[in-house]
């Protein structure tokens, strides 16, 4: 089996908000932690646990993302948040099948999540970036023309 490739951070996945890009440091080192796990054949004692958290961190990051971008007046902030929630599901299904003792293929659910934080972060959130600042811009060329 393919060992799960590590992620580096990068300026790609910083959306200059402060509390944002921190937690999403800290998603990737999670993520990280989680791929080493696997890669090192430990997954079957400690990947529950560590999921589990991952997960609580992904449910706390979004709720902040989603509340910025609300705050923030992006207009596909609920397309964002069903997206959000999707992963939600599947992360938490992956829970589910964890606590309840049946066989989780760790390699599987790592794989999800890269795949996922890429797509999504390459995607949605650079999307979402290019529309903040474009309103962010129309917003500054409104206030000097009334000026």
Known sequence: MEAIKQMEWTLK?????????????????????????????????????????????????????????????????????????????????YNIECISGLSVDAHKVTSFIAQWWQTHIKNEDSYFLEQQFKQQEEHLLYEHEIA
Not at 22 to 31: G, H, P, S, V
Not at 49 to 68: D, G, I, P, Q, V
């Open 13 to 93: 996945y910083a959306t200059g908000v402060a509390t944002i890009d921190t937690e999403r440091y800290n998603l990737l080192k999670q993520f990280n932690n989680l791929a080493s796990v696997v890669n090192q054949g430990l997954a079957q004692e400690l990947f529950p646990e560590m999921l589990l958290k991952f997960t609580m961190e992904c449910s706390r990051h979004f709720a902040n993302e989603e509340k910025y971008m609300k705050d923030t007046f992006f207009l596909n902030h609920k397309d964002h948040q069903i997206l959000h929630n999707s992963f939600m599901y599947e992360l938490e299904l």
